[in-house]
């Protein structure tokens, strides 16, 4: 059973910052690719940003320029550093971790933007 856990959300203001974890109960090579998504109020789940096992990360437009997604092999964990934070980045973030057919989710960490 492939677990994820995620940290790192929390409440920050407009311009700030915050690093988002994720560490999966197995080796981060047995996955095609690990990610982020997140789902805004009211709103469905949209992709972030993703990594895949080889080439080149993908990120949202929204957010290109302002966050980033990295891996550090030895701890089975993946990071989503986000700066210049936005009202709009208030959301609910989801790890994702993508093996063939099969999606694997955290239980999400809430990141809310706000004055």
């Known amino acids: 059973q492939v677990q994820l856990v995620e940290s790192g959300g929390g409440l920050v203001q407009p311009g700030g910052s915050l690093r988002l974890s994720c560490t999966i109960s197995?080796?981060?090579?047995?996955?095609?690719?690990m990610g982020w998504y997140r789902q805004p109020p009211g709103k469905s789940r949209e992709l972030v940003a993703s990594?895949?096992?080889?080439?080149?990360?993908i990120y949202a437009a929204s957010v290109q320029g302002r966050f980033t997604i990295s891996r550090d092999h030895a701890k089975n964990t993946i990071y989503l550093q986000m700066n210049n934070l936005k009202d709009d980045d208030t959301a609910v973030y989801y790890c994702?971790?993508?093996?063939?057919?099969?999606?694997?989710w955290g239980q999400g960490t809430q990141v809310t933007v706000s004055s």
């Open positions: 994702n971790a993508k093996h063939s057919d099969t999606d694997y």
């Open positions: 197995q080796s981060i090579f047995s996955m095609h690719s």
């Open positions: 990594k895949p096992l080889t080439g080149s990360s």
